[in-house]
């Protein structure tokens, strides 16, 4: 529970997913459109990646199959822009110091192992759902916590940059309990991590360079 709250200080670095350039272009400016934002990127990012992936990782711990583990880790790694990957790597090794008791599943502690040996990527999500299946953890609980612990990060700079009431963004957040349970019931059954609305502005955006690019 720790480890899923925003504050706890693991490392973690400020990232609005795009909000930042959606308010500054005018297209987040008020609670309905923060809604809007925030569902579009249940439906077109966590849905058809991160939900994913997790399952992913759940299935390959459960077939004891190491090799896999290690290759999706890398694959999850290289669908990222490059600061985004490094801080998720940085955020999956930070994990792993204060996960620093005995482990009862082996393909756990092989994994964990070779994340510190430097041949496995390490990356924030595969690292918190191993240590998940070791606690013997549900995959839909730790992914309603872990989505939830980032649309309340994502909200929280809404209030720092924007002129919405912290009050209608503590309603939304709670209206999101009642769908979140099925959006990741019905996630893809294949990886994409191509998300229309945060790609569009940030081919938009003055400043920003085309993730394509970054890559």
């Known amino acids: 529970m720790q480890i899923l709250d925003g504050s706890f200080p693991s490392g973690v670095f400020v990232h609005s997913f795009g909000l930042e350039p959606h308010i500054v272009l005018d297209i987040v400016k008020d609670i309905d459109s923060l809604e809007v934002y925030l569902d579009n990127l249940i439906r ?3 849905q ?3 939900f994913v992936y997790a399952k ?3 299935k390959y711990l459960h077939a004891n199959k190491l090799h896999l583990l290690i290759k999706e880790d890398k694959k999850y790694n290289a ?3 490059y600061e985004y990957a490094k801080a ?3 955020m999956g090794r930070n994990y792993l110091r204060h996960i620093n008791f005995d482990l009862n599943k082996v393909i756990v502690q092989d994994y964990f192992k070779k994340i510190s040996q430097g041949e496995s990527s390490g990356n ?3 690292v918190l759902c191993a240590y998940a299946y070791e606690l013997d953890l549900d995959i839909d609980l730790l992914l309603m916590l ?3 612990k980032t649309l309340i990060n994502i909200a929280a700079t809404s209030i720092k940059i924007s002129r919405i009431k912290p009050s209608q963004i503590q309603k939304l957040l709670f209206s999101f309990d009642k769908v979140l349970e099925d959006y990741i019931k019905n996630s893809s059954k294949n990886v994409s991590n191509f998300n229309p609305l945060f790609e569009e502005v940030i081919f938009k955006h003055l400043n920003l360079e085309p993730k394509m690019f970054v890559t």
């Open 44 to 46: 077109d990012q966590y």
């Open 79 to 81: 669908m990222l822009s």
């Open 88 to 90: 998720s790597c940085d």
């Open 56 to 58: 992913k990782v759940y």
């Open 146 to 148: 872990w989505c939830k």
């Open 48 to 50: 058809n990646f991160e």
């Open 124 to 126: 924030e999500l595969i």
